[in-house]
């Protein structure tokens, strides 16, 4: 997908009127509780594909993608009209897996923390297996420094 200036202007305006449609003019029963996050248009501006999240169930992801795809075409009327481009671009709707990799990050990050608190607690209670310094000093001789002093 393109990220020219004016794809992305146009972008934002097709999120604009397809929010703006699915809250206001789309009343089809099967639609729940959509968010448009985000639309990318290829750089001839022929295709835009529309990514959306549902609240809710799978029951309710279903039926708001039935209800989408019958609504398809009354959205892209739309879109050419608001766009006011020659050719108006097809349009096809993706459910953005956002919530779900967001879940699923949380509850890694959940699982990092608890394992981090088992570390943690495991070394408060640890000890050395030796000495508490492991590296060796030099002996310093008492005989070395006896013997230098009977000389003076």
């Given amino acids: 997908m393109a990220d020219t200036p004016r794809a992305r202007k146009i972008a934002e305006r097709i999120q604009q009127v397809v929010a703006q449609m699915l809250d206001t003019r789309i009343k089809d029963p099967r639609l729940g509780f959509v968010t448009v996050?985000?639309?990318?248009?290829?750089?001839?501006?022929q295709h835009a594909d529309v990514f959306y999240t549902v609240l809710g169930d799978e029951e309710a992801r279903?039926?708001?993608a039935a209800a989408l795809a019958s609504a398809k075409g009354l959205i892209r009327s739309e879109v050419g009209k608001a766009t006011g481009i020659r050719l108006t671009?097809?349009?096809d709707f993706h459910l953005d897996a956002v919530p779900e990799t967001a879940?699923?990050?949380?509850?890694a990050l959940a699982e990092a923390q608890r394992r981090d608190a088992e570390v943690a607690a495991l070394a408060a209670r640890a000890s050395y297996a030796g000495e508490a310094d492991p590296y060796r000093r030099p002996v310093e001789d008492d005989e070395d420094d006896a013997g230098t002093?009977?000389?003076a």
């Avoid at 879940?103 to 509850?107: E, R």
């Fill in 149 to 151: 002093a009977d000389r």
């Fill in 89 to 91: 671009p097809t349009i």
């Fill in 37 to 45: 996050t985000e639309v990318r248009v290829t750089g001839d501006l």
């Fill in 103 to 107: 879940a699923q990050l949380a509850s």
């Fill in 62 to 64: 279903t039926g708001s």
